[in-house]
């Protein structure tokens, strides 16, 4: 237990000490400010209070910013001790690879969630404050950076994976951007165009919804968009999230960062430093 | 049981269809200082992977003490320095030591470890701003951790300039002084002449040599070289002799230990015509050379 903590300490230091979890907070906050006041103009016309039009607009941000926050972190974890030559060092000691690898996650992911909690929450604060807010968008609000956090963690797990697999940081930076590319946009439109051909048939009606939930990301936004009504109108996106049973989408996402991380300790088994 | 620090028996390694290591066996008792030569790609670093158990042997056994290579115990009872390490640059060197000390569960006095190896001053410094013999003392310092049963350093000496050298011979020494078995893993074979107790050379995954540098020298009976150093007439002077010239005015000639003494009193009876004498006995490199060269044929 010391041994895991011990990693985690020097972790947590090197991410405060590079400055990543200054710039990640500010990314955050910067951006999560500017759809809340840009965000806000069709708080009238829907009749909902303008915190739950911020959640929306900050779902759709969020599916892109937190699997690269994760990945910027994430791809060097492996990688960059082997080619700095400490990885063999550091096997040296009694500490287990299931040890370091865990040990990392925590110091990563609680980064994270700080980021995102700091973030959302103080774009939170400033729509509830000039906009008004209820019960049910602090909800939504607090189920954001929940599930962010969440999807932050699949990246992480994924990034470690790509970051056993590659030779050497600079190519695990590469699989990286790829990996991100995949899965937040060219994912999407390899859906979007299967259902254009498709024109309504049984692909769309029950398959493409399986697909999409499927990937983390999009689990991600039908997870926040199923569970309150004012952001599904607000974001446009309620069909999807119709056609599949509730626990469709949390269950994705809370299974893809077991999953990745299982294979990211699989791949680092066969690392030789 | 075993009294011994390390013990390697017939131990192979393949990487795709080339046997980089074939059929080692090596051992070391506890306080040994034990040099292991050979060029770059004889097996060394593969062979110390191995014993820290980070990569697989085909064949053969490997034990720290009675422990497995890899092993909770074996790896608490080794301490390792890599060829040419290098930490995170964000972190300081106080701060990658804690984690190390952590890590090996000890209860260390980082600031005095650190200022064992002379880095006291740049205990606060990132790791980023330190030069490559900085980098190395460092290193060195985590080796210095607990006691460990067997250390393992691998070309400790790249990077450091000649007065760190004698403080990691000192820190070898002392190492050694505690209990430790150390294997020093080099190519720079004039560092490791006088400061250990026995050298073992690989060459292509083979250990072509294993004894103390008096026995090698013994049972490579490699001769010992004069030069003479003609006051006038070098030419004459190689006639008489019987060696070859070497340049204007001296005479290089080759005997063996036992005829040192005859060639000695031979010179000396020529009086006048020797300026000066000066007398090379085998070095390790003539030595390293043979058993190379020996294993080749």
């Given amino acids: 237990?010391?041994?895991?903590?011990?990693?985690?300490?020097?972790?947590?230091?090197?991410?405060?000490?590079?400055?990543?979890?200054?710039?990640?907070?500010?990314?955050?906050?910067?951006?999560?400010?500017?759809?809340?006041?840009?965000?806000?103009?069709?708080?009238?016309?829907?009749?909902?209070?303008?915190?739950?039009?911020?959640?929306?607009?900050?779902?759709?941000?969020?599916?892109?910013?937190?699997?690269?926050?994760?990945?910027?972190?994430?791809?060097?974890?492996?990688?960059g001790d082997v080619d700095r030559g400490s990885l063999a060092l550091l096997l040296s000691y009694p500490a287990g690879r299931g040890e370091i690898l865990l040990g990392k996650f925590t110091a990563h992911l609680a980064a994270l969630a700080f980021a995102m909690t700091v973030g959302f929450g103080t774009a939170g604060a400033v729509a509830a404050w000039f906009g008004g807010a209820g019960p049910e968008s602090l909800t939504a609000l607090a189920r954001l950076i929940l599930t962010s956090i969440l999807l932050g963690a699949v990246f992480l797990a994924l990034g470690y994976l790509l970051s056993a697999l590659a030779r050497g940081a600079t190519a695990a930076a590469g699989l990286s951007a790829g990996l991100w590319l995949v899965f937040v946009v060219l994912y999407d439109l390899g859906l979007l165009g299967a259902v254009v051909m498709d024109q309504s048939g049984t692909f769309t009606r029950s398959v493409f919804p399986w697909v999409m939930v499927a990937n983390p990301a999009d689990a991600f936004r039908l997870w926040n968009i199923a569970a309150t009504e004012g952001v599904a109108m607000a974001s446009g996106m309620t069909g999807a999230a119709q056609a599949l049973p509730a626990w469709a989408a949390p269950a994705s996402l809370l299974i893809w960062p077991v999953l990745g991380f299982v294979l990211a300790r699989a791949a680092f088994r066969r690392v030789e430093p | 049981m075993t009294d011994k620090a390390l013990t390697i028996r017939h131990v192979c390694k393949d990487r795709g269809k080339t046997r980089v290591l074939s059929d080692i066996d090596l051992t070391l008792a506890p306080g040994e200082r034990v040099a292991l030569l050979g060029h770059n790609g004889a097996?060394?670093?593969?062979?110390?992977?191995?014993?820290?158990?980070?990569?697989?042997?085909?064949?053969?056994?490997?034990?720290?003490g009675d422990a497995v290579p890899g092993s909770a115990s074996a790896r608490r009872d080794t301490a390792y320095l890599p060829e040419a390490v290098s930490f995170h640059p964000a972190l300081t060197g106080r701060e990658q030591l804690t984690l190390f000390a952590r890590l090996s569960g000890e209860r260390a006095d980082v600031p005095a470890l650190l200022d064992r190896v002379g880095l006291s001053d740049a205990l606060d410094r990132r790791i980023g701003t330190y030069s490559k013999g900085m980098r190395q003392r460092l290193g060195l310092a985590q080796v210095l951790l607990g006691?460990?049963?067997?250390?393992?350093?691998?070309?400790?000496?790249?990077?450091?300039?000649?007065?760190?050298?004698?403080?990691?011979?000192?820190?070898?020494?002392?190492?050694a002084g505690q209990g430790t078995a150390v294997l020093i893993a080099s190519h720079?074979?004039?560092?490791?002449?006088?400061?250990?107790?026995?050298?073992?050379?690989?060459?292509?995954?083979?250990?072509?040599?294993?004894?103390?540098?008096?026995?090698?020298?013994?049972?490579?009976?490699?001769?010992?070289?004069?030069?003479?150093?003609?006051?006038?007439?070098?030419?004459?002077?190689?006639?008489?002799?019987g060696g070859s010239r070497v340049?204007?005015?001296?005479?290089?000639?080759?005997?063996?230990?036992?005829?040192?003494?005859?060639?000695?009193?031979?010179?000396?009876?020529?009086?006048?015509?020797?300026?000066?004498?000066?007398?090379?006995?085998?070095?390790?490199?003539?030595?390293?050379?043979?058993?190379?060269?020996?294993?080749?044929?």
């Avoid at chain 1, 955050?28 to 009749?47: I, K, W």
């Avoid at chain 2, 005015?249 to 060639?263: F, I, Q, R, T």
């Fill in chain 1, 1 to 79: 237990m010391t041994r895991f903590f011990a990693i985690t300490r020097a972790e947590m230091l090197i991410l405060r000490r590079n400055r990543w979890l200054l710039v990640a907070t500010l990314i955050m906050v910067l951006f999560a400010l500017a759809l809340t006041f840009a965000g806000s103009a069709p708080t009238g016309t829907l009749g909902v209070d303008m915190l739950t039009v911020s959640v929306a607009s900050m779902t759709t941000l969020s599916v892109y910013l937190a699997p690269l926050l994760a990945l910027m972190i994430s791809f060097d974890a492996i990688a």
């Fill in chain 2, 43 to 64: 097996g060394k670093s593969t062979l110390i992977k191995s014993i820290l158990g980070l990569i697989p042997v085909e064949s053969g056994t490997i034990r720290v």
């Fill in chain 2, 247 to 297: 340049n204007g005015a001296s005479v290089e000639l080759l005997c063996s230990p036992a005829d040192k003494m005859e060639a000695l009193r031979r010179i000396a009876a020529m009086g006048e015509a020797v300026a000066d004498v000066e007398m090379a006995p085998p070095k390790l490199e003539d030595l390293y050379r043979h058993y190379a060269r020996e294993a080749l044929q």
């Fill in chain 2, 147 to 175: 006691r460990p049963k067997v250390a393992l350093l691998d070309e400790p000496t790249s990077g450091l300039d000649p007065i760190s050298r004698q403080d990691l011979y000192a820190i070898i020494d002392e190492l």
């Fill in chain 2, 188 to 241: 720079a074979l004039t560092e490791v002449e006088a400061r250990t107790d026995r050298i073992a050379i690989l060459r292509k995954g083979v250990k072509v040599a294993d004894d103390t540098l008096a026995n090698l020298s013994e049972l490579a009976g490699l001769p010992i070289k004069l030069r003479v150093r003609a006051s006038e007439n070098a030419d004459a002077l190689a006639a008489e002799l």
